[in-house]
């Protein structure tokens, strides 16, 4: 048995040896097609990268307090169970938030849920005007820099 194996081992070292250098071989020719593929992807092109730019839309919400008294503004942001109130002072304009969409900017009705306007100065539960459901055309509509600016103007009338 043992001349057996020394005769297999005299008669197929070659062939490994043979076998293993052409495996050997293949393989950095392999590798060396992969990296000047790689190579050729960060060639400098004359036209220079893409630019993607994304079809988004901005909205700005005011509120334009044109009444003598001064104002908290409770807003429930649409598709959340989320509100936030911010003070608008008599006789000014206040920004209440802000919203983005994809395509066109998103109007009132889409942001806003519900807005309530309670009285500053007066610590009263029960606000002066509830607006239910937003409706887009009480809206003044006019263009930011780089955002759709949607004002709505409340008198002393609509707080009566």
């Not at 919203?99 to 309530?116: C, N, Q, R, V, W």
């Not at 887009?136 to 709505?152: C, H, I, Y």
């Amino acid at each position: 048995m043992a001349y057996f194996l020394f005769v297999y081992s005299k008669l197929f070292k070659p062939i490994l040896i043979i076998a293993n250098s052409i495996n050997m071989k293949s393989v950095k020719l392999l590798f060396l097609l992969v990296f000047v593929t790689s190579l050729v992807g960060c060639l400098d092109t004359t036209n220079g990268p893409e630019v993607i730019t994304e079809p988004s839309a901005r909205s700005n919400y005011y509120i334009v307090n044109q009444t003598e008294s001064d104002l908290n503004v409770t807003y429930e942001i649409a598709f959340q169970n989320m509100d936030s109130t911010v003070a608008v002072f008599a006789d000014s304009t206040t920004k209440i938030c802000e919203a983005g969409d994809i395509g066109s900017s998103p109007p009132p009705s889409s942001a806003l849920e519900k807005l309530s306007f309670f009285e500053m100065s007066n610590n009263n539960t029960s606000p002066l005007l509830t607006i239910q459901p937003i409706v887009d055309e009480n809206w003044g509509v006019s263009g930011e820099e780089d955002a759709t600016r949607f004002e709505l103007v409340i008198t002393t009338e609509d707080i009566k």
